[in-house]
């Protein structure tokens, strides 16, 4: 899982707040080639994850962790990952992240160890590890921790009211002509946190539209 090992998800697995293990279903493989795919019965192209290798794998770590982990297995055809899964998954003192690899996995396997069938995103991918590390950063940053106060108190896309972020300004005020907008300039705390609300709102209106409608929603009896 080399592609966390460096920034805040680096950080957190060298501060012992997270630890990530790959484990290599080859490993559990019943033949001297390691192989742990073989044809589909039924014909067609592409070759089969073997349920044997998958079950095994997972039945080691749950010696490992004497619990049975949630077992999340990254496929196009499960539900999209959102924030919501993320704090749900969140709590979770372990979970097992099954990455498919090549058509797929024998079914009889997913029926035996599958708890979560997870998807990020309408596309097709070669395997799920890239899924499982989107996951995994997106889980890793609502532990407990793993981000610092400064990182924390940034208000997230998502995070107030279901809205988008509003925009952001640093030095200098004036770049290449384009202004920081007065009033973040102004001191003027109310005023400042007004503008910024109502610039969540057009943002979210403007770019996520399907947002902006929950948030109408759910906002109907307060305004
Ligand atoms: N494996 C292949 N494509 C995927 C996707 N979009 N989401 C999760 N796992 C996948």
């Given at each position: 899982m080399n592609g966390l090992s460096t920034s805040i998800t680096g950080r957190a697995m060298n501060k012992g707040l997270l630890s990530v293990e790959a484990i290599n279903i080859r490993d559990f493989s019943h033949d001297k080639h390691q192989s742990v795919d073989d044809y589909p019965y039924g014909g067609g192209a592409g070759m089969v994850m073997q349920a044997a290798p998958v079950v095994e794998s997972y039945e080691y770590i749950c010696q490992k962790t004497k619990k049975k982990p949630r077992c999340i297995y990254l496929s196009p055809q499960g539900k999209t990952f959102h924030q919501r899964m993320a704090e749900e998954f969140s709590k979770e003192e372990d979970l097992v992240f099954l990455c498919g690899h090549y058509?797929?996995?024998d079914e009889r396997a997913l029926e035996m160890i599958v708890t979560d069938e997870v998807s990020i995103g309408d596309y097709v991918l070669t395997g799920g590890e890239l899924p499982a590390m989107v996951m995994i950063d997106a889980i890793s940053r609502?532990?407990?921790?793993?981000?610092n106060n400064e990182e924390s108190a940034v208000t997230e896309s998502f995070g107030l009211d279901g809205l988008l972020e509003y925009p952001q300004y640093s030095r200098p005020e004036d770049f290449r002509g384009r202004k920081v907008p007065e009033v973040l300039m102004s001191g003027h705390h109310a005023n400042i946190a007004k503008w910024r609300k109502e610039q969540a709102i057009f943002r979210t209106k403007e770019k996520r539209p399907d947002l902006y409608e929950k948030y109408l929603l759910n906002n109907r009896t307060k305004t």
């Open positions: 058509e797929g996995v609502l532990l407990p921790g793993v981000l």
